[in-house]
Nanobody
Framework: QVQLVESGGGLVQAGGFLRLSCAAS????????MGWFRQAPGKERDFVAT????????YYADSVKGRFTISRDNAKNTVYLQMNSLKPEDTAVYYC????????????????WGQGTQVTVSS
């Protein structure tokens, strides 16, 4: 079993930044593709970013491209999401996800999810 624990969420003004972290325990972290998703109230959970096991493949949602950066440290069993130039529409609960089958993580191939961390961007 894999446990994912997110941290780093909070309240920030528009234009500000936050860095989310997701710490993994359980099976070998370096064998998982990792990803970030977000869910705003009343909306579906949407893809944000994903990174392959060795960091060689990275993809972003168009809405965050150029502002967010996903990275991972396999020695620390942690994946990060650096969020810059935040906008009110980035407000959501952010979830970390892991896939042991996919080269990258999608909503359909995610095997494990974290509990989420709230990000609120005020205007």
């Amino acid at each position: 079993q894999v446990q994912l624990v997110e941290s780093g969420g909070g309240l920030v003004q528009a234009g500000g930044f936050l860095r989310l972290s997701c710490a993994a325990s359980g099976r070998t972290f370096s064998s998982y593709a990792m990803g970030w998703f977000r869910q705003a109230p009343g909306k579906e959970r949407d893809f944000v970013a994903t990174i392959s096991t060795n960091g060689g493949s990275i993809y972003y949602a168009d809405s965050v491209k150029g502002r967010f950066t996903i990275s991972r440290d396999n020695a620390k069993n942690t994946v990060y999401l650096q969020m810059n130039s935040l906008k009110p529409e980035d407000t959501a609960v952010y979830y970390c996800a892991a896939s042991i089958t996919g080269r990258t993580v999608t909503r359909n191939n995610a095997n494990y999810w974290g509990q989420g961390t709230q990000v609120t961007v005020s205007s």
